[in-house]
């Protein structure tokens, strides 16, 4: 049931094909689970694009009361419609993007986001993507990694009893492989005011391919590039994918490198050659916990070798 009290964060999970990753990272989302926050804080808008292996509403909102569930009809394999539905119809003054309903979070990210936003109303946000397994995934998938196996990492850290433990047994996104020290190529958990929302339009609709192909980066540079917009990530806290056979890390190396160049040329058509990643120097904002200390020190390793 949703509260009369308006939220002061809305965040917009994307969901299609992956019920089960679905749902952990709803309940990584939750208020049992978020730390130093209530389900009046903020809210998460649930947009699933119907499949044959649908979320649905129950399993969605089992966790909380904060969670609203939206299932579309859609006609393009692309999550870019449904984003820019489940942003228009937040009720926070703030949004978070969330392309990859996959991706599971740590305890702190939610609080660390609003404290953002009242220190800076205007600033963007983002945080570290990392995959679970002891490689990326889209190497992995090519030596027999699969859900059970990743079953058991997270049986293995006793997961959800303490969130930062993923850290165990993940690596660094490819996205993120330069470290805390500049911006990524992307992150699946973007921040800004509604209002910039609106000044930047959404999500580009014409990214209508596998996946939204390049939307999130796009958006994500854009947001970074906008004027006046200071930049904070969140680097003490992170977005962990789970292996659900997605276009660009759950298909086999043939399949994945026959996709790519189908969103690279749609990307080039889109926005030509101007797509390097945003040249920002992030303000680090956060507490570290220790569990992030090696890829603190793999980050500085990179700016610093010596």
């Known amino acids: ?28 989302l939750s208020p049992h689970y978020q730390q130093d926050v209530s389900a009046h804080d903020y809210e998460v808008i649930v947009v699933e694009n119907a499949s044959d292996r649908l979320l649905g ?11 609203r569930y939206i299932v579309r009809n859609e006609t393009q394999r692309t999550p870019v419609h449904a984003i820019n539905h489940g942003a228009s119809l937040a009720r926070a003054g703030h949004l978070v993007i969330m392309i990859d309903g996959a991706r599971m979070v740590t305890p702190g990210i939610v609080r660390a986001a609003l404290d953002v936003f009242r220190l800076a109303p205007e600033a963007a946000i983002s945080a570290p993507g990392f995959h679970i397994g002891e490689k990326l995934q889209q190497v992995a998938v090519n030596e027999g990694y699969d859900e059970a196996a990743e079953a058991k990492m ?15 047994i993940a690596v660094l996104a490819g996205s993120c492989q330069g470290g805390f020290f500049q911006a990524n190529y992307e992150s699946n958990f973007i921040g800004m005011s509604v209002k910039k929302w609106r000044a930047l339009g959404g999500v580009d609709s014409r990214y209508n391919d596998y996946g939204g192909g390049n939307a999130n980066l796009d958006l994500y540079k854009r947001l970074l590039e906008y004027p006046e917009t200071p930049f904070y ?74």
């Open 154 to 168: 997270l049986q293995r850290i006793d997961w959800p009893k303490d969130g930062y433990r993923l850290y165990e």
């Open 57 to 67: 509403a129950e399993r969605a909102c089992q966790y909380a009361s904060n969670v």
């Open 1 to 28: 049931m949703l509260s009369f009290r308006k939220p002061r964060l809305s965040i917009v999970l994307i969901v299609y094909k992956m019920p089960d990753q679905a749902e952990k990272t709803l309940y990584s």
């Open 233 to 306: 990530m969140l680097f003490a806290e992170g977005t962990f994918h789970q292996f659900h056979g997605g276009v660009t890390t759950g298909t086999l190396k043939e399949e994945r490198d026959r996709v790519y160049h189908l969103l690279d040329e749609q990307d080039i058509a889109i926005r030509g050659e101007n797509r390097k990643p945003p040249h920002r120097q992030p303000i680090l904002f956060g507490k570290v916990h220790p569990s992030v200390y090696r890829f603190l020190r793999h980050s500085l390793n990179i700016v610093d070798p010596q």
